[in-house]
């Protein structure tokens, strides 16, 4: 199997250049017409967040930008809150720092300050949602918070094993060996027994569906693979307020805050 090619996904899409700028021209579209509130939860410039509250509140959650822990910021994310700000939920979208600047044990840590800070600032247990190293992270928030902080995780493309990235380029950045991987791959950790939902492109890499399909396995979850999407449109559907996809974090951030029964 070529490492490379299953895990480089800017190379395994060529139109991803066009998807990532309209990222931005979305998430700027939804900055200007529901202003957030700028949440620190640190003293970096990058360890801040923004906060979409709607009017009428019934759950939190916080979204994690993806880019393989080396690119991408929060204003690259503001639109993926769209869907479930619709929907009653505080969406919580940070920045952190990036490798090789930091590492990524580092980049860990700044997540859980930011799943501290923003259950100080709204008192709920949240959904932590997240895509692609996003997803890695709201994994390791489910595994390693509280679940009076955490309770229930959406990974979307997420990655749960990290080894078969130290042969990659994608590693120049990361400077994972062995042990580090394994330190930081939450499959390899006990499952918290609280809802996951694992999500992926049915378009995406044999590695990527695999990874999804057996963590979901493994901690007791459920994943499904949205058919036609690749690494990069799979972010669609959370935009949606009405799509199948936002209304099932919907009702995981429901549930968690006590909006709904559980399930």
Known sequence: MDLEIEYNNRAR?????????????????????????VLA?????????????????????MFFHGGYWQALDRGSASHVA?????????????????CPGVTLAHIVEQAEAAALAL?????R???VSGHSAGGHLAAM????????????????????????????????????????????????MTSPGRPLHAVVGGAESPEFLRQSREFSAAWGGTEEALPGLDHFTVLSPLSQPDSPLTMRAARLAWQVSGALPAM
């Not at 410039?45 to 019934?58: G, K, T």
């Not at 769209?82 to 990036?98: H, I, R």
């Open 13 to 37: 899409v060529p139109s991803h250049p066009a998807i990532i700028a309209a990222w931005h021209r979305d998430a700027a579209a939804f900055r200007a017409a529901h202003p957030p509130e």
């Open 41 to 61: 939860y640190g003293p970096g410039p990058r360890e801040a967040m923004d906060l979409f509250i709607p009017a009428a509140l019934r759950g939190v959650a």
């Open 82 to 98: 769209a869907g479930l700000f619709a929907q009653g939920v505080a969406v919580g979208v940070p920045s952190y720092d990036l």
């Open 119 to 123: 259950h100080a600032r709204m008192g």
């Open 125 to 127: 247990p949240m959904l």
């Open 141 to 188: 928030l489910l595994a390693r918070m509280p679940a009076e902080v955490v309770g229930a995780a959406l990974p979307v493309s997420g990655l749960f094993w990290l080894e078969p990235l130290i042969p990659t380029s994608l590693n120049a950045a990361l400077g994972l060996d062995g042990p580090m991987a394994r330190a930081l791959s939450p499959a390899l």
